[in-house]
T-cell receptor, first 110, second 112 residues
């Protein structure tokens, strides 16, 4: 049931773009995206719900393909502060009990 | 708002001892979640509450683990007796309905 994230790790130069993918084998009610910096707690980025509703930070964009049970997080014009591990969490039944993927480690270099 | 508050931030204990982790959610939030994070297993949901009522505890690894939420502003996660494999970072998170979860700073537990 754990969603699969890809890639596992990515290294970028400042200003470059990246896409992080999240795939589930189960039908999803929602997908949540979080970023965690080393030694810190996960921080909410975005939620995408079945039916098209989205809620999140303005500078973050993501998509949710309900038919394929896939979501993608788009990071454009990356900044050093984007570095961290990105997790997707999937919710099967609108209760908010998330199953998190193993994470994608993003490193942005100057 | 002060955010989600957890205590202690670090706990070192010996195998067999009882450990109690504490969490104060954000005022007004109706969901509270307990997670455990390790390198091997990642971020796992242990249990969650809605309006102080436990909804799903299927993630609690063993009977050694128990959680309570006596009121809307306080929750505890207890491990008794503790074992070395319980060593992890334990996060508490709260949310309003099922939207964004706000995580506390975590408690780093080391069981020797």
């Amino acid at each position: 049931q754990q969603p699969v994230q890809s890639p596992q790790a990515v290294i970028l130069r400042e200003g470059e773009d990246a896409v992080i993918n999240c795939s589930s084998s189960k039908a999803l009610y929602s997908v949540h995206w979080y970023r965690q910096k080393h030694g810190e707690a996960p921080v909410f980025l975005m939620i995408l719900l079945k039916g098209g509703e989205q809620k999140g930070h303005e500078k973050i964009s993501a998509s949710f393909n309900e038919k394929k049970q896939q979501s993608s997080l788009y990071l454009t014009a990356s900044q050093l502060s984007y570095s961290g591990t990105y997790f997707c969490g999937t919710d099967l039944g609108s209760q908010g009990n998330l199953i998190f993927g193993k994470g994608t480690k993003l490193s942005v270099k100057p | 708002d002060a955010g989600v508050i957890q205590s202690p931030r670090h706990e070192v204990t010996e195998m067999g001892q009882e450990v109690t982790l504490r969490c104060k959610p954000i005022s007004g939030h109706d969901y509270l979640f307990w997670y455990r994070q390790t390198m091997m297993r990642g971020l796992e949901l242990l249990i969650y509450f809605n309006n102080n009522v436990p909804i799903d505890d299927s993630g609690m690894p063993e009977d050694r683990f128990s959680a309570k939420m006596p009121n809307a502003s306080f929750s505890t996660l207890k491990i008794q007796p503790s074992e070395p494999r319980d060593s992890a970072v334990y996060f508490c998170a709260s949310s309003l309905r099922i939207y964004e979860q706000y995580f506390g700073p975590g408690t780093r537990l080391t069981v020797t």
